[in-house]
């Protein structure tokens, strides 16, 4: 069973096999560019075949991995577009997870400055997040996501019988999206959700449906993230810092490896501010430790990655400002914490 989610200036359809066809013969490009890593030129690429003729697709190849979101890498994208003859009436179609979504979108939105776009997620975390809302970037020197823009794509379109390629850890870092769209938005999914105790028995339309329209309506409201949109960086301030300082070692965290922890320690600072209660905390704490474990042998300090989070966009003036919860299923923004009670929450989550 399809569906179909209607944004403002796009389209998200959700198991639609001929959706893509359709947008292509709208915008009628004069030449399609797909961007793929190793991994979705194996196991996604051949099903686009089934869509498009393999001879109308111009193949843009990037490795995989968080350490190729670089300018560097836009800069082999861009050339390798010059040199096949795109212009402004080109499509670029980014067929991966995050890191493809998020480069490939800045790549188009970039390019003679801006050409239409469709992205085509392929992970668990890229359906559920990085694909909807417009944000596009890259990472600088390390910091995540430092260069970008906002810029919608002409449609979104997700197949999740891709995330029957994944791997079982690259399928527990997307659930983290969900878990936090539940403690943010709505408490009766993440209830479902952390007690579920086998991920690949999901129905995962549903659970991605689901998931997808409560981050749309948050980035419809707000989308550059000058207000409500913050609540979706919850478990980020800290998480993002950890995922970052974890790249320095032979075991890097995947990104929802490190929001795990970031909303453990960020649920920590919700109870310091009064607004959950002890088993409240507790709860959050003890369920998400269920499916990630507790990574405290990787946790660095808070002196090690308080620079990262003092570049944390949200911040203000020197400031680190956090969204935290109010209550399980209610998020707000712009919340100060003393440096001490972080130190506490690091403490509270190696126990």
């Known amino acids: 069973m399809s569906k179909t989610i209607s944004c403002i200036n796009y389209t998200i359809s959700i198991n639609q096999k001929d959706f893509l066809r359709q947008c292509i013969s709208e915008i009628r490009p004069s030449k399609i560019f797909v961007i793929v890593d190793e991994n979705t030129e194996m196991f996604c690429l051949p099903s686009m075949y089934e869509v498009v003729d393999s001879h109308n697709l111009n193949i843009i190849r990037i490795p995989s991995g968080e350490q190729y979101k670089t300018i560097d890498t836009c800069k082999s994208v861009w050339g390798q577009m010059m040199e096949s003859g795109a212009d402004r ?38 359906q559920v997040d990085a694909s909807v809302g417009g944000k596009l970037g890259v990472d600088l020197d390390g910091v995540k996501n430092m260069i970008g823009v906002f810029n919608e794509p002409y449609a979104v379109i997700i197949e999740t019988n891709y995330l029957q390629t994944l791997p079982y850890k690259e399928l527990l870092s997307g659930y983290a999206e969900l878990l936090k769209h539940g403690l943010i938005a709505n408490k009766d999914i993440w209830e479902d ?26 980035t419809e409201e707000d989308p550059t993230e000058k207000g409500l949109r913050k609540i979706l960086n919850f478990g980020h301030t800290a998480g993002h810092a950890i995922e970052t300082k974890s790249f320095e070692s032979d075991q890097p965290l995947l ?57 944390d966009k949200k911040n203000q003036g020197g400031t680190i400002q956090y969204a935290l919860l109010s209550k399980p299923g209610h998020a707000i923004y712009d919340q100060i914490v003393d440096i001490s009670v972080l130190e506490k929450a690091f403490e509270d989550y190696k126990r």
């Open 193 to 218: 959700l952390s007690q579920n105790t086998d991920i690949t028995s999901l129905n995962f339309e549903e659970v991605v449906y689901r998931s997808v329209l409560i981050k749309k309506s948050v």
């Open 255 to 311: 990104h929802g490896e490190a929001i795990a922890i970031g909303m453990i320690i960020e649920s920590y600072l919700s109870m310091s501010l009064g607004y959950l209660t002890l088993d409240q905390y507790t709860t959050i704490k003890e369920r998400i430790q269920k499916l990630y474990g507790n990574k405290y042998k990787s946790l660095p300090t808070v002196e090690e990655v308080l620079p990262y989070m003092l570049k």
């Open 89 to 126: 009436h080109s499509l670029v179609l980014n067929l991966g997870g995050g890191v493809i979504g998020d480069l490939g979108g800045f790549c188009a939105s970039t390019y003679m400055r801006g050409i239409k776009f469709i992205q085509l997620p392929t992970t668990l975390l890229s």
